[in-house]
C-alpha cells in the first residue's frame, strides 16, 4: 500500500514530552476519506494513553480522537463526501462490521474490539493507528461525520468524544421533558451533559463540591446547583430524580446520588475512575434502581449527536491553544485548569 509522510505531535516514551514527529498515512483507497486536520480537541484519554497510565500503550504514539476538518481528497467509491467538506473523526476508524453489535449501529461494542483511532492495530499499514495531532487522517468514509458549516469548528471538536459520550446516555434513558435530572461534576463531560440535558426539555440539576463553580454551571443551562458534600442540600433532593448523568473520573460516594433517584431511576457513570466504586444493595433495591455505565456512541448516533447539537447551537466551552503548547495543556488538565476543554488550532503543526 501506498503512504506518505506527514507532520505529527506526539511522544517516543511516557516520561517524554510530546514533540513532533513524521508518521505514515496511508494514500486514499477505493472508501477512504482524507482529511486535512484543522482543530483537534484534547481529551484527558489522551493524557493517560501518553504517559501509559493505563499500561497498555505502544511507542510512538499520536494522541487525538476529537478531529475536525475538511476534506483533501475521495476515493473513486466514496459516495457521501466531496472535497471541500467540512468533516469529523471521533473516537473509532473502523469496526469488524459483521457482528451483532456492529449491525445495530453500536459499534462501540464491536465483539472484535472496534479500531480506535490512535494507539489500536492498523489493520491498513500494520504497527498502530495515529490520532489527530497531525496535519491529516485517512479513514473509511463509514466513520467519518458530517460537521455543520453553522458552529464554531473549534468548539465541535469536543463534541467527537466528550458531546457523545454524554449525549448517548440521556439519549439512550429517554432524558425529556417533564424529567428532574442531575448532573454530577462540571468538567469536560459535565459541561456538555448540562447543555445537551437542557436542550432535551429537562430540568438540570448539578452536582459539585465547589460553590464558585455555581453562576458558570447556571451560565451552562443549569436550573440549580448543589453542593454536594452539604448534606441538608442533597436531602431536599431525596427521592427527586429521574436520572443521573455521572461525570466524575475520581473516587466518590455513589450511595450519596443513588438516593436521590425516584423509584425506576438510573444513575449511569459517564466518568472512569481507576478504583472500584463501592455500593450498597439497599441504595438500589429500596428504589428498583439502576446503576449503569456508557460509552461513547455508534457512528449514527454520533452523526445524530452533531446534527442536534447544530440545531440547538451547542458548542464545548474551550480554549484554543498552538501545538507547542499541548504539553503544558496536560500539565494543566491535570490541575483542573481548564474551562473546559483544551483545542489545539492544528494549523500551528505547520509553522
Request: glycine residues 10%.
Amino acid at each position: 500500500m501506498e503512504t506518505k509522510n506527514i507532520k505529527a505531535f506526539g511522544t517516543v516514551a511516557a516520561d517524554a514530552p510530546l514533540k513532533t514527529l513524521d508518521i505514515k498515512r496511508r494514500t486514499v483507497t477505493a472508501h477512504d476519506v482524507e482529511i486535512e486536520i484543522l482543530y483537534c480537541g484534547i481529551c484527558h484519554s489522551d493524557l493517560h494513553s501518553a504517559r501509559n497510565e493505563w499500561h497498555g500503550t505502544t511507542y510512538p504514539i499520536v494522541p487525538g480522537h476529537e478531529i475536525v476538518g475538511r476534506v483533501t481528497k475521495v476515493g473513486d467509491h466514496v459516495k457521501n463526501f466531496k472535497v471541500g467538506d467540512l468533516a469529523g473523526v471521533g473516537c473509532m476508524v473502523d469496526s469488524c462490521r459483521e457482528c451483532d453489535h456492529c449491525k445495530e449501529d453500536l459499534e462501540q461494542f464491536c465483539d472484535s474490539g472496534s479500531t480506535l483511532t490512535f494507539d489500536s492495530p492498523d489493520k491498513h499499514l500494520g504497527g498502530q493507528t495515529f490520532g489527530g495531532y497531525s496535519e491529516s487522517v485517512v479513514v473509511d468514509e463509514s466513520f467519518v461525520l458530517h460537521i455543520s458549516d453553522k458552529l464554531d469548528l473549534a468548539g465541535v471538536a469536543p463534541l467527537l468524544c466528550a458531546g457523545i459520550t454524554t449525549y448517548s446516555p440521556l439519549k439512550h434513558w429517554k432524558v425529556g421533558s417533564g424529567q428532574k435530572v442531575g448532573i454530577v461534576g462540571i468538567g469536560g463531560l459535565g459541561h456538555m451533559g448540562i447543555k445537551i440535558a437542557k436542550a432535551m426539555g429537562a430540568h438540570v440539576v448539578v452536582f459539585t463540591t465547589s460553590l464558585s463553580k455555581t453562576e458558570d454551571a447556571k451560565r451552562l443551562g443549569a436550573d440549580e446547583v448543589v453542593l454536594s458534600s452539604d448534606p441538608e442540600e442533597m436531602k431536599k433532593h431525596a427521592r427527586s430524580l429521574h436520572f443521573i448523568l455521572d461525570c466524575v473520573s475520581a473516587q466518590h460516594d455513589i450511595d450519596a446520588y443513588l438516593n436521590l433517584l425516584r423509584v425506576d431511576g438510573t444513575l449511569t457513570l459517564v466518568g472512569a475512575p481507576m478504583d472500584p466504586l463501592p455500593v450498597t444493595s439497599f441504595s438500589l433495591i429500596l428504589g428498583r434502581r439502576s446503576f449503569s455505565g456508557s460509552l461513547i456512541g455508534g457512528i449514527a448516533e454520533t452523526q445524530e449527536m452533531l446534527d442536534f447539537c447544530a440545531k440547538h447551537n451547542i458548542v464545548a466551552d474551550i480554549e484554543l491553544i498552538g501545538v507547542n503548547d499541548v504539553n503544558n495543556a496536560y500539565e494543566r488538565l491535570l490541575k483542573g485548569d481548564i474551562k473546559y476543554r483544551f483545542v489545539i488550532d492544528m494549523a500551528s503543526l505547520k509553522n
